[in-house]
């Protein structure tokens, strides 16, 4: 067998491409000329007459709507023309490579103890200290933003925990390695008899572990007993602040030395605690700062060959998947061109139903795989395997040779003192200055989103990405448990893609001659979840309204015209369910992600557009949120109900309550009409059936707010000051005078 010059290589992967493409092109095709009948009769039948000026407009608004969701339809087949499966061979990788295979650098990112707390970040620790790896070619960096010595000292622990826990791991083939979820989903009597005491025991270990970090952190300090034990605790002073310290430079575990061995007497992978130095007076360019800090604090030290960076609350699930990820990189043929392997986001806390669909299985296992089927994978800002070359900005040429790092370490003649002083200055402020770091180097700043700016990027410098989706999970990370923190979530998310959108990174210009035009749909998908906000607000609002008046804005149900609208609606959101129930999700779980869209798109859609119209005329900056992780009893108690959180009067639950009470009333009282007042309309009853449809679909879906307006008494329901005044907001909205089209 030849493989371009490799005679007798069998693949480290392949790809397949999903079965039933073509069937789905032409059902795409028939959708597509149902948009287009829609579209003509939109221009067709505008109204003419002066004296209904008011309906015109609405008319014509209605247009520019299906106009936008025609074209970001046609933008999303990008994500589902051409999907395909990646299907690594681990096996043959071992038995190819066995000893030689490239060191491996793990970069664990936190920004904030009291939001992400020491224990989560611990478990992801420890999960990726346990890799089925050799230990001496594995290396995890830890890098806290908060430059907190709560923090310290949890990874303190950790690195002393280890000791038992990775041999533990090894020896009982324990998963997931995360202690708490290991803990969380097991108990004693899953042991057999031989293994119940070392269970028990480990267990203690990790629960004494667990109450000294939450102990200290609620005292807020370190006690004085604990801060002689390592030297590191000296970097902490009176002066020292979350904004403004120097550079934390500290090797917990030194990999190359022989005596850091775990209870087994095996050698311990590297450990480094890492906080770069912060100065109130200079922009940190957020977690693309810190993962540039890393980058070059562990080019000093281990340099692995490929780089693994995990948010602090994304702990490894699969032991085996660095093995995994090597085969795209080590394949002879195809390897050299891989850039990075990105895992898909997977949740630990989701119900089945999905309340806030923080994750949607058409994501993962259709729309992401179709991206990279056009070679666009995107990186995700988490899960993802790095080549190093590629990630410090060099660019794809044929004659390019991978050649894997045989050093165990950069530096290895270096005391641990001269690295730690060595990799300060590279983890300072000023390091940066005048480089290409950030622009060429890295992860790219100026945008909240640097992951997918930074992926976007790499892809253009000629590289090929790859997305992989195995049956079991690669990571697992925590979900948002209220509505609040999943709209923040998805706001910074979608200012961050606009903002991508409207500058000089737009893939249609960017990308233009670089990758795909699939590849840049695909991008685009997500890219343009802001402007969505706008045609979906006005058919939330416009047609309820119409309604309410018996003014038909759509053809009557006896009309040829009503067939294209009835047909593209049905065979749309037919197939989306179908696409939903086939990738695994629920019924229940579909439906919320049409609640959850609906509400995105009016809330946190809606202000990243305008958040970047204010950043375009100058009105302020670029600002990162983080996830609050922490949850309280109450609220876990409501997510674990499947009952949604709402808890704050903040603007999105005003706008959420407001645009559910407007369709309400609108349909309660178009509903009156139709019943005691049908002949008097003028376009009669059956041009108003598809607002009855739109209107009342709206109102189904809106069911839990109203259940959280008028029934709920817990501290999760709608503030009843956000009740009183979206209803007067609803009620005027209702009263407002309109003048009819004919």
Request: with cysteine; glycine share 6%.
């Amino acid at each position: 067998m030849s493989r371009g010059g490799y005679e007798g290589v069998q693949p480290l992967f392949v790809t397949k491409k999903l079965k039933g493409r073509v069937a789905y092109r032409c059902f795409a095709s028939t959708i597509f000329v149902g948009i287009c009948l829609i579209l003509v009769y939109r221009l067709k039948h505008i109204p003419s007459s002066e004296e209904h000026a008011h309906g015109r407009w609405a008319w014509i608004g209605l247009f520019m709507a299906e106009l936008w969701f025609g074209f970001y339809w046609i933008i999303t087949q990008s994500a589902r023309w051409n999907v395909v499966y990646r299907l690594p061979f681990k096996n043959r990788l071992l038995q190819r490579y066995g000893d030689k295979l490239p060191a491996v650098d793990v970069f664990v990112c936190t920004a904030d103890p009291t939001l992400e707390p020491p224990t989560l970040v611990v478990n992801t620790v420890l999960s990726a200290m346990a890799y089925n790896y050799p230990t001496e070619r594995l290396s995890v960096y830890l890098s806290d933003d908060g430059g907190s010595e709560l923090t310290f000292y949890a990874v303190l622990e950790a690195s002393r925990f280890a000791k038992r826990w990775i041999p533990f791991c090894k020896k009982f083939k324990v998963e997931p390695r995360s202690p708490h979820a290991y803990f969380l989903n097991h108990n004693d009597s899953d042991q057999d008899i031989t293994s119940a005491h070392e269970w028990l025991a480990i267990k203690k270990l990790y629960e004494d572990m667990k109450n000294r970090i939450e102990s200290a952190a609620e005292m807020g300090s370190i006690p004085k007993e604990v801060r002689h034990q390592h030297k590191g605790f000296s970097e902490w002073d009176s002066k020292i602040t979350k904004k403004d310290h120097q550079s934390i430079v500290q090797i917990l575990i030194d990999g190359r030395d022989t005596k850091s061995l775990d209870s087994d007497g095996n050698r311990l992978p590297t450990l480094v605690y890492m906080a770069r130095e912060k100065k109130p007076q200079v922009h940190h360019n957020f977690k693309a700062g810190s993962m540039n800090a890393l980058i070059r604090v562990s080019s000093e030290m281990s340099n692995g060959d490929i780089i693994l960076n995990l948010d602090c609350d994304m702990y490894p699930n699969d032991p085996d998947a660095v093995m995994d990820a090597l085969c795209f990189f080590l394949d002879e043929e195809k390897g050299k061109r891989v850039c990075y392997v990105q895992y898909p986001q997977y949740y630990n806390n989701l119900h089945q139903s999905n309340i806030y669909s923080c994750s949607s299985m058409v994501v993962t296992k259709i729309e992401l795989a179709g991206v990279d089927g056009f070679g666009g994978a995107l990186y995700c800002g988490t899960g993802c395997f790095h080549r190093r070359e590629s990630l410090c900005g060099r660019k794809y040429s044929e004659d390019f040779k991978a050649e894997w790092n045989s050093k165990t370490w950069e530096n290895a003649e270096n005391t641990v003192q001269e690295l730690e002083e060595a990799s300060k200055v590279l983890a300072s402020c000023s390091y940066e200055k005048g480089t290409l770091w950030g622009k060429e180097m890295g992860l790219m700043y100026g945008c909240s989103v640097e992951d997918i700016i930074t992926g976007l990027t790499i892809q253009c410098k000629g590289w090929e990405p790859v997305h992989y989706n195995p049956n079991k999970r690669g990571f697992l990370g925590v979900a948002a448990t209220t509505l609040d923190q999943a709209l923040i979530q998805y706001k910074r998310w979608a200012e961050g893609m606009f903002q991508i959108f409207i500058s000089k990174y737009c893939p249609f210009f960017y990308g233009h001659g670089k990758i795909k035009l699939g590849a840049q749909m695909g991008y685009c998908v997500y890219l343009l979840w802001a402007p969505n906000s706008l045609p979906m607000l006005y058919y939330t609002i416009i047609p309820p309204l119409f309604f309410l008046h018996g003014v038909a804005l759509f053809p009557e149900v006896s009309s040829p015209w009503f067939l294209p609208f009835a047909y593209v609606f049905t065979a749309k959101y037919t197939y989306s369910m179908l696409e939903a129930l086939w990738c695994g999700d629920s019924f229940k779980a579909w439906w919320n992600l049409e609640r959850s869209w609906l509400i995105r798109s009016s809330t946190s859609f809606l202000f990243a557009f305008i958040d970047n119209l204010s950043k375009l005329l100058g009105l302020f900056e670029t600002t990162f949120n983080i996830t609050d992780k922490v949850v309280d009893e109450g609220v876990l108690n409501r997510y674990q109900q499947e009952i949604m959180d709402f808890g704050n009067a903040s603007l999105m639950v005003y706008i959420i309550s407001t645009l559910a009470l407007l369709n309400l009333f609108s349909f309660l009282g178009g509903m009156m009409r139709v019943i005691i007042f049908s002949k008097e309309f003028r376009n009669g009853f059956s041009g108003l059936i598809p607002h009855i449809i739109l209107c009342g679909l709206t109102v189904m879906l809106n069911l839990p707010i109203y259940h959280a307006l008028f029934i709920r008494s817990d501290k999760g329901r709608i503030p009843s000051s956000v009740m009183f005044t979206s209803i007067v907001l609803a009620s005027l909205a209702c009263l407002l005078p309109f003048h009819y089209c004919s």
